[in-house]
């Protein structure tokens, strides 16, 4: 082993593998040194191989690149550049998987098949976690409830705002209180922005924004009677909802009103967001739940969920947001998959056996807690993500039953990030719980998830956010479509050639780049009444020329307002109507009528034809 630690290259790839000549084979030339060869670095070569992440990458060719067919040479460096990062991060990615430990850590697992996770209490859990887990268990009794509850992004500073107007922020690690304000009106929500330095509060007739030492900072008159709030922070976006219907995002770094959609659904007062792709999701009053980005006037998805209104609405962030859990006022709770919307996978009445409202919330390891009544229920994967046809309860992970009966209601849940701590607002104040294994363990401090973080790290973080912000025009469901191109339209015809010569357009065009008239002419929806004249019929028989352009367009709007020609455009259709091929039929002889009319008053007896021995036998109409 000592002679493997000794030697610095004894693990090298298979295919990079230096060649070693026998001991017993002496070189050519006048020296016959023999190579001394390791047997134990020999036989780990053979059976042992890099992660695919340092092994050296083969360099992008022309012949083998998927990019070949690209024209532009700068753009296709660039996109073979990009996909070769793509693939060395995919690649670290595996290595992650395969090498460091991928199961499930941190739940309460029992010792056999009649022992329940369910049975255990806070009280049992803290005597057997450390020390600095069991801080987290804290009860503050509070007069100005119900409660809201909001986290910062890493899981340190905690607000809280009651329906009186009772708000405070405070550090959870150190218990130090940051302002305490007595607002006096009524406040609904409240959110962290970018950190722990500005909070905003909905409170009863606008929305405002105050610092970490409780000082009013702004006044957001466009958001009125807000009822729910959510920041987004990648986009510096805040977003709100209120009693009026609207759904409003304001950002936060240059002050503008970006985009109001009216959801034309009465009021509202459930609001959640998807931490994948910054998606909000609305729930209201008629049981639909809405999705929303700021470039669309209208839903991108509407899905009716339940059968009474909306109480809360939360999206799982463990998988990417491809979950959505939802509770109704008529005592369900479902669990929806957002990539295909054909139903609910999992759907179960709450346990409290009462209607009322209900709160859902996702931890960052896919914990569901589901508070109603007067307890919280938890349950974990798979088996609340699992197709379950019968309304079946599924299994229960954890419960917490409040102490007693003045708590009620509960009005927020919320699980700490990094920590395996669940935050209840109810009535009498807040209450924190312990949860093994709801909590992310491992931190990623270029996401600002560092708990430790001082003040040159918070102001570099905010810097660096603030360039790398994304704009709003890039919130969608797909967010895998940035960076990529665009396929190839499979919506192609084939025109008619004219003529027996060749045509350029014969060869397969997809259909939005052709003109409006081709168009109507592929669909079966052009109209032979009116005359188009084309550019190879600009030249008559005799020479003239091309015909003058605003001839042209004057001869095209001749007619166009006439009642029978609005008939026939109304009537465009790809159907034979035996009314509309009657009207044209007619057309077509008055129009024959009024050129036979005009030849013979233009070319008078001349144009009339000459009398001939047949004429006897015509019948004349008396």
């Not at 009280?123 to 450390?130: A, D, V």
């Not at 042209?552 to 509309?580: C, F, H, W």
Request: glycine fraction near 8%; charge should be positive.
């Amino acid at each position: 082993m000592d002679a493997l630690i000794a030697k610095a290259d004894a693990i090298q790839p298979l295919s990079g593998k230096r060649k070693r000549t026998a001991p017993s084979q002496p070189k050519a030339g006048p020296s016959t040194k023999t190579v001394k060869t390791d047997k134990t670095s020999a036989s780990i070569v053979k059976n042992t191989t890099l992660p695919k992440s340092l092994r050296t990458q083969p360099n992008e060719t022309t012949e083998s690149s998927p990019y070949k067919h690209i024209a532009n040479k700068n753009l296709r460096r660039s996109l073979v550049k990009t996909a070769t990062h793509i693939a060395q991060s995919q690649a670290l990615l595996s290595d992650a998987v395969d090498l460091l430990p991928s199961e499930e850590s941190g739940f309460i697992q029992t010792d056999g098949p009649l022992e329940r996770t369910w049975r255990l209490t806070q009280s049992e859990i803290g005597r057997e976690t450390g020390a600095e887990a069991a801080r987290g268990r804290v009860e503050m009794k509070l007069d100005g409830g119900p409660y809201r509850i909001r986290y910062t992004k890493n899981g340190r500073h905690m607000a809280i705002a009651g329906k009186t107007g009772h708000v405070a922020s405070f550090d959870t690690l150190t218990g130090a209180i940051h302002n305490e304000l007595q607002l006096g009106e009524t406040c609904r929500d409240i959110v962290f922005l970018q950190d722990h330095s500005f909070y905003a509060v909905a409170q009863q007739k606008y929305t405002f924004i105050y610092d970490r030492d409780g000082v009013e900072i702004h006044k957001l008159k466009d958001h009125i009677s807000p009822t729910r709030l959510e920041f987004l922070p990648y986009h510096w976006l805040l977003a709100s909802v209120g009693s009026a219907g609207y759904l409003k995002y304001q950002d936060t770094s240059t002050g503008q009103l970006v985009a109001e959609h009216r959801t034309a659904l009465g009021a509202c007062s459930v609001l959640a967001q998807n931490p994948q792709n910054a998606v909000l999701y609305l729930g209201h009053q008629n049981g639909c739940v809405t999705l929303w980005t700021p470039n669309l006037p209208h839903p991108a998805v509407k899905v009716l969920a339940h059968l009474g209104p909306v109480a809360s609405v939360s999206v799982d962030p463990s998988e990417g947001g491809r979950y959505m859990a939802t509770a109704g006022k008529d005592g369900h709770v479902k669990v929806w998959d957002c990539r295909n919307w054909k139903g609910a996978v999992r759907e179960w009445s709450l346990r409290s056996g009462g209607k009322g409202d209900a709160e859902v919330e996702w931890s960052q390891k896919g914990v569901l807690a589901v508070a109603s009544g007067g307890s919280v229920n938890m349950y974990t994967s798979p088996s609340i993500k699992t197709v379950h046809n019968a309304p079946s309860q599924p299994p229960l992970y954890m419960t917490h039953p409040l102490p007693s009966a003045s708590h009620r209601p509960i009005t927020s849940l919320r699980f700490a990030p990094l920590q395996d701590i669940l935050a209840i607002g109810h009535a009498q104040g807040t209450s924190s719980i312990l949860v093994p294994g709801a909590g992310e363990g491992g931190m990623d401090t270029g996401e600002g998830l560092d708990l430790y973080e001082g003040v040159k790290g918070r102001r570099e973080r905010e810097v660096r956010a603030l360039l790398d912000k994304v704009q709003p025009d890039l919130i969608t469901l797909d967010p895998e479509f940035v960076g990529a191109l665009a396929p190839p339209s499979k919506l192609t015809t084939k025109l008619p050639t004219t003529g027996g010569s060749g045509s350029s357009r014969a060869n397969e065009v997809p259909y939005s780049r052709l003109s409006r008239a081709e168009r109507l002419q592929v669909s079966g929806k052009a109209d032979v009444t009116e005359e188009v004249v084309s550019d190879a019929d600009e030249q008559n028989a005799d020479g003239k020329g091309k015909i003058d352009r605003e001839e042209r367009e004057k001869r095209k709007m001749r007619g166009k307002g006439k009642s029978v020609k609005r008939y026939l455009r109304k009537q465009r259709k790809n159907v034979i109507d035996p009314t509309a091929v009657a009207i044209r039929a007619k057309l077509e002889k008055q129009k024959a009528e009024r050129k036979a009319e005009i030849r013979r008053v233009k070319y008078g007896d001349e144009s009339q034809e000459k009398s001939s021995a047949l004429d006897r036998f015509k019948r004349t109409s008396n």
